[in-house]
């Protein structure tokens, strides 16, 4: 069975980056072809993707996103892990980590297999 777990501050100030671990137990992030990806969900809005990184430890970002993300992991840990920068109040969100085959990564979320729990955070001074 194969577990997700984020962490990371529940508290981030504006212009700070936000930093985000997620740790897997019960697979590889290294083997088997899976996208790990990171998922957020605002206060009162939809999910949006934020971004991935492969199995082979390529990575692809949200356009909207691109410039102040960056995903990458630490696989002797087995855990991978997204920096935001200057995040402003409009980053507060639940973020999610979650796995997904590459032929179904896209933005039906429904298509990704597991899921972290969500760790909540607040962009506030």
């Known amino acids: 069975q194969v577990q997700l777990q984020e962490s990371g501050p529940g508290l981030v100030k504006p212009s700070q980056t936000l930093s985000l671990t997620c740790t897997v137990s019960?697979?590889?992030?290294?083997?088997?072809?899976?996208?790990w990806s990171w998922i957020r969900q605002p206060p009162g809005k939809g999910l949006e993707w934020i971004g991935y990184?492969?199995?082979?430890?390529?990575?692809y970002y949200s356009p909207s996103l691109k410039s102040r993300t960056s995903i990458s992991r630490d696989t002797s840990k087995n855990q991978f892990t997204l920096q935001l920068s200057s995040v402003t109040p409009e980053d507060t969100a639940v973020y999610y980590c979650?796995?997904?085959?590459?032929?179904?990564?896209?933005?039906?979320?429904?298509?990704?297999?597991?899921w972290g729990q969500g760790t909540q955070v607040t962009v506030s001074s």
């Open positions: 990184i492969a199995y082979s430890g390529s990575t």
């Open positions: 019960g697979g590889s992030i290294t083997t088997n072809y899976y996208y």
């Open positions: 979650a796995r997904v085959e590459p032929s179904a990564w896209g933005t039906e979320f429904a298509k990704y297999d597991y």
